[in-house]
């Protein structure tokens, strides 16, 4: 920077960090309706917390792109009016917001107790199968994304699987998920029910 | 102040009410360990390495975030304490890659002394260690345009984050990631761009953030003389120290190792900018002048002695009209030299002294946050308040007062300009107007005092070596119009003098004597004559300090010492200036 005196550093011989960025993204900008709709929340805090809107305007901006990126971010540093160190670190602490592009479904397969002791595994084994994907990849078409989670709070209702952060589809098993997959290719976003089936 | 009295391993202390145990037991020199705790940025509770036992209280407590109260008794040395420490200590170093050989931090690295005081003698660590950026020197990163930034030997206190958000108002630095994981960085890696990048360095208590400036340059014990001395960057006036490496006079390179701020809670707290901490190259660098120089009849500067230089400057100036002599003045100039050359003016010009000297200096904006606790000044020059004190400046914020003397040297009525500046380069701010009135013979004579070649120095017919700051004992007053001492740390280079003595030597050339044989003398003529000014009130007892051997300090992995230290070498009286260096004075001045 300019206002650095000049120091002789010799050669550079340092490089860069190796840690994943999110990409750079092209240029990003709330659309108004959920610059709208950021504004709503913001106001239920008082203005001088304005700063804890960065998650639910994280979520946004996933609504709005699906994933984020360091121009997402650093919009919402801009219209938060906080660093945006601070976005990136808020960002990476929580595995539900994603800096690397999914699918349009993102099936969030829980993995913790219950729901391991229920075969939630067997669950993810035959997503990935029928997808064709490890854990946490997206398939070829671009649509659907297998993501292994911790405890999402459905524990009563083990094996349970989250669909885009919003739609439970509690009880599930290997035949269960095949039909959800298929329901989706047919029905689209019609299938998420956020369905809460009671146990046979 | 409201008082409370507890026990501490035995000890009864009062401290004022509100003061954390930890607090307490540093300010009592009782050996407690800590991290994440600094005096400057506050409690943070992360470390964990502060327990100690409090009577009482079911399980261990962090010292730094219990407040003490009347009657409490804590234990640091319990059986139970040290074996929890060690604990701690034994996860803080699971993926600390222990590379203190080639680390910058090693030898005055809390970690590594607070290890070996309270630690385990060995690691059981079995499996590899967790790496951010490879192994070794290879994990040192970019962190922006001063720093270096080694993940792996980070130890996570927050420190650097913290002081980002709290004292540069600017939270460049987050954590990224979490638990396991979790990494110190900036947005995208895009690294820390401020004017107080510097003190990162400082606060960090491991390897993990180093200056580009420093690195790999001297190990600590290297670095064998610090100086307590100030910053002349700005107004500001920071209290420094400043590291003096081990070199016999023979050997090339610099001797300059690093400043460092020190401790004053009125001026700077813990803190200073990178503008005083990087900026101290120009005073080793290859535009220092080391010889007075005269301009031969072919037009080329010649290098000469002292006392042909002198002679020469009695000559042209003795043959021009003295009325018509003007001084054009850095406010770099400390107190002793804008005295010295307003007697020397008075003698030349007599009563029309004071508006003969035209005082200049910079001014420049320092992008800083609006949030920032720390704000470095406009003005960079450390002596505004002297200038004004003496009369040369006026106002509340005065202005340079250069543009009535440009206005002569341009109408060509000024028959000699004398030009002091003993700062940086272009520190007396834009004088171009008077090398191109020496150009097109305007002014027909220049005289230039100061420490480096410059754009004046080059158009000069006489040129004057003078001392950079660090060079000679001076006083400043300051943008609080507080008057502070800046200590001679090394030599100046060849025939160089310090700058008062060159205006005495001048005018006992010109035969109008000054009559001081030292700077202490010049300090007694000044308190004689403005000794009610605030701004120089004191200066004939001001005390200059000498380079005082930092091995008192590094001896001292003692870790009582070092808690103090850690304090951001802030004075360990009576050790640092007992045992004290003469830097070779000039024998009968005093100091």
Redesign the interface.
Not at chain 1, 3 to 9: E, G, I, S, V
Not at chain 1, 82 to 89: L, N, P, T, W, Y
């Given at each position: 920077?300019s206002?650095?005196?000049?120091?002789?550093?010799g050669t550079p011989q340092?490089?860069?960090?190796?840690?994943v960025?999110?990409d750079?993204g092209p240029p990003f900008a709330f659309t108004p309706e959920n610059r709208q709709k950021l504004e709503e929340i913001a106001s239920h805090y008082p203005p001088e917390r304005r700063v804890s809107a960065v998650l639910p305007a994280l979520y946004l901006v996933q609504e709005q792109q699906t994933h984020l990126t360091?121009n997402a971010?650093?919009h919402v540093a801009e219209v938060i009016g906080?660093?945006?160190?601070?976005?990136?670190?808020v960002a990476?602490?929580y595995v539900m917001f994603f800096t690397k592009p999914v699918g349009k479904y993102v099936l969030q397969v829980c993995r913790t107790l219950a729901c391991a002791l229920n075969g939630a595994e067997h669950v993810t084994a035959e997503l990935c199968r029928q997808l064709g994907v490890a854990p946490g990849g997206t398939d070829a078409a671009g649509e659907f994304t297998v993501m292994e989670m911790e405890c999402l709070g459905a524990c009563d209702r083990a094996p349970v699987v989250m669909v885009n952060n919003e739609h439970w589809h509690e009880c599930q098993s290997p035949e269960a998920i095949q039909a959800l997959i298929r329901d989706l290719r047919e029905k689209g976003v019609a299938a998420l029910t956020g369905c809460h089936h009671t146990k046979e | 102040m409201e008082k409370v009295t507890f026990t501490i391993d035995g000890r009864q202390v009062s401290v004022a009410k509100g003061t954390t145990v930890l607090q307490a037991a540093i300010e009592h020199g009782i050996q407690i360990p800590y991290y994440c705790y600094h005096p400057g940025l506050g409690v943070d509770g992360s470390c964990r390495v502060c327990l100690v036992k409090i009577e009482k209280m079911p399980k261990l407590q962090v010292s730094c975030s219990v407040v003490a109260t009347e009657g409490m008794v804590v234990d640091t040395r319990s059986p139970e304490v040290v074996e929890a420490r060690a604990g701690v200590f034994e996860f803080l170093l699971i993926n600390h890659p222990l590379d203190c050989p080639v680390c910058d931090k090693g030898g005055e690295c809390p970690l590594q002394d607070f290890s070996y005081a309270f630690g385990r003698k060995e690691s059981r660590m079995e499996f590899p260690r967790r790496t951010f950026d490879g192994e070794g020197v290879r994990a040192d990163v970019d962190f922006g345009p001063t720093l270096m930034l080694n993940r792996n030997r980070c130890i996570m206190c927050t420190r650097c984050a913290r002081f980002m958000r709290d004292v540069a108002g600017d939270e460049q630095i987050g954590i990224i990631d979490r638990g396991y994981g979790s990494e110190i960085a900036t947005f995208r890696e895009e690294g820390v761009h401020s004017v107080l990048s510097g003190n990162l360095m400082d606060v960090c208590p491991v390897g993990a953030i180093t200056t580009r400036d420093y690195r790999f340059k001297s190990r600590p014990w290297d670095n064998p003389n610090a100086v307590d001395t100030i910053c002349t960057g700005c107004e500001k006036g920071c209290n420094i120290t400043v590291w003096i490496k081990a070199k016999p006079e023979w050997a090339k390179g610099s001797q300059l190792a690093r400043i460092t701020p020190r401790y004053n809670a009125d001026v700077n707290q813990y803190w200073m900018c990178d503008i005083g901490r990087f900026g101290y190259h120009w005073v080793e660098g290859a535009e220092r002048l080391s010889a007075p120089l005269v301009r031969k009849a072919d037009g080329a500067l010649e290098a000469t002695t002292w006392d042909a230089a002198l002679k020469a400057l009695a000559d042209r100036l003795g043959r021009a009209d003295w009325g018509g002599v003007r001084f054009a003045l850095s406010a770099h100039a400390s107190h002793e030299e804008m005295f010295a050359l307003g007697r020397l003016a008075m003698a030349l010009v007599g009563d029309a002294a004071q508006s003969s000297i035209g005082v200049g200096w910079n001014v420049s904006a320092k992008p800083q946050a609006g949030a920032t606790r720390f704000t470095v000044p406009d003005v960079d020059a450390p002596n505004v308040g002297g200038a004004r004190a003496f009369g040369l400046v006026e106002g509340e914020r005065p202005t340079p007062t250069v543009a009535s003397l440009r206005a002569e040297v341009e109408a060509g009525r000024v028959k000699a300009l004398y030009v002091l500046d003993p700062g940086p380069a272009g520190a007396i701010g834009d004088l171009s107007w008077a090398v191109a009135a020496r150009k097109d013979g305007r002014l027909p004579l220049l005289i230039a005092q100061g420490p480096v070649a410059t754009d004046v120095t080059r158009a000069a017919d006489i040129v004057l070596p003078g001392c950079a700051w660090v060079e000679k004992d001076a006083s400043y007053a300051n943008m609080q119009g507080r008057l502070q001492a800046a200590s001679q740390g090394i030599l100046p280079p060849g025939d160089a003098r310090d700058d008062w003595r060159i205006l005495a030597d001048v005018a006992a050339a010109l035969g109008v004597p000054l009559g001081y044989d030292s700077a202490h003398e010049v300090r007694q003529a000044i308190a004689a004559t403005l000794g009610s000014e605030p701004a120089v009130a004191g200066i004939a007892a001001l005390e200059f300090r000498r380079p005082a051997p930092a091995a008192t300090w590094l001896q001292a992995s003692n870790p009582m010492e070092r808690l103090k230290w850690d304090f951001l070498f802030q004075d360990v009286l009576p050790l640092k200036f007992e045992n004290t260096r003469d830097p070779g004075h000039r024998a009968g001045e005093k100091t």
């Open positions: 920077m206002f650095h005196p000049q120091m002789p550093y340092w490089h860069r960090s190796e840690r960025l999110a750079e360091g971010m650093a906080c660093s945006r160190a601070h976005v990136e670190d990476s602490y | -």
